[in-house]
């Protein structure tokens, strides 16, 4: 079935940078653009940032922008999320999700759990 | 960038109730909005994206209307298994922005 599936839980020191993995599987990887959404603890969802898959083009919401860096390996159809200059404001769930264009966000991976911690 | 804004942000309802929900786009974004339903300690789900296409699978309790840059998730009838915290996503062009979610509970 179509699946996304992540990585598992980080802890990060302050200052540190964090990368996350979103797997796809049961659909052609090229198709769908993976974007990348965050929620902090009892806090609603917020948009970091979105890759297409099949060009390598991406794109970020402003307060990311210098420290996301998102990529693909077409060979194992794996989605990267790169957040650079850790704080603790970015402790928060992680997670991918599927999107084609004039749709939403249909499949989304289980969340990883990134902790920024001293 | 496009403001959404979302509301209320908390409702309580009886079961069997009629809930509206509403989102309002600071600017036109034609009817590329989406909402989801997310449980507590669960993953956002896809109910409606188009302002008004349902995904398969989600009741027919649920349904969206557009009217200008304003969107509303209406549940016909409340339902426990309800109980669930929706949000509004616009996504005609990126920043692809939430609302900042509605928590709907049963009284």
């Known amino acids: 079935q179509v699946q996304l599936m992540q990585s598992g839980a980080e802890v990060r020191k302050p200052g540190a940078s964090v990368k996350v993995s979103c797997r796809a599987s049961?659909?052609?990887?090229?198709?769908?653009?993976i974007n990348w959404v965050r929620q902090a603890t009892g806090q609603g969802l917020e948009f970091m940032g979105y890759?297409?898959?099949?060009?390598?083009?991406?794109?970020?919401a402003q307060k990311f922008q210098g420290r996301l860096t998102m990529t693909r390996d077409t060979s194992t159809n794996t989605a990267y999320m790169d957040l650079s200059s850790l704080s603790f404001d970015d402790t928060a769930v992680y997670f991918c999700?599927?999107?084609?264009f004039g749709e939403g966000m249909d499949v989304w991976g289980q969340g990883t759990t990134v902790t920024v911690s001293s | 960038d496009v403001q959404m804004t979302q509301s209320p942000s908390s409702l309580s309802a009886s079961v069997g109730d009629r809930v509206t929900i509403t989102c309002r786009a600071s600017q036109d974004i034609s009817n590329y909005l989406a909402w989801y339903q997310q449980n507590p300690g669960k993953v956002p789900r896809l109910l409606i994206d188009?302002?008004?296409t349902l995904q398969p699978g989600v009741p027919s309790r649920f349904s969206g209307s557009a009217f200008g840059t304003v969107f509303i998730l209406t549940i016909s009838s409340l339902q426990p298994e309800d109980v669930a915290t929706y949000y509004c996503q616009k996504y005609d062009r990126a920043p692809l922005t939430f609302g900042g979610g509605t928590k709907v509970e049963i009284k």
């Open positions: 890759m297409k898959p099949d060009s390598g083009e991406s794109g970020s």
């Open positions: 999700a599927r999107k084609r």
């Open positions: 049961g659909y052609i990887f090229d198709t769908f653009d």
């Open positions: 188009v302002a008004s």
